[in-house]
């Protein structure tokens, strides 16, 4: 890398991803989808249907659409996912990934090369991206 102005330099969406992704199947249950995530410590699970992602669990997602709808904990992850998946390329500008997410109001965005999970970028790796740069 040169040392011109870090400013000026681009920054790819595959620098910053996290690759620890946690995928699971869109019929297992939100119950055991959070098990998951407790016991590997990540806040999303991508879901798979036919091993392609069609959507996305977070945190977020358990503590509202379960509450909000009393659905049972047994229920299929399909059902409280987001979905359709927003999604963007690894060689993507950071720019770009950072504007998707704003204008989407999303927090975690799956990193998706040839049909494939790559990686996750969240709104925490921006911010520690940021305040490193």
Do not use: C
Request: charged share 20%; aromatic share 4%.
């Amino acid at each position: 890398m040169s040392s011109s102005d870090p400013i000026q330099q681009k920054t790819w969406v595959k620098q910053i991803m996290t690759n620890s992704i946690i995928s699971v199947d869109a019929s297992v249950s939100a119950t055991d989808a959070a098990k998951m995530m407790e016991d590997t410590g990540v806040g999303a699970v991508i879901v798979l249907e036919n091993n392609l992602p069609v959507g996305i669990v977070t945190d977020r997602d358990f503590a509202i659409k379960i509450t909000a709808h009393s659905y049972p904990i047994d229920t299929p992850v399909k059902r409280i996912m987001s979905s359709p998946l927003i999604s963007i390329d690894p060689d993507s500008d950071l720019w770009v990934a950072s504007d998707l997410m704003s204008t989407r109001n999303v927090r975690k965005l799956p990193v998706i090369d040839d049909d494939k999970v790559v990686g996750i970028l969240t709104s925490s790796d921006l911010v520690r991206h940021i305040a490193n740069h």
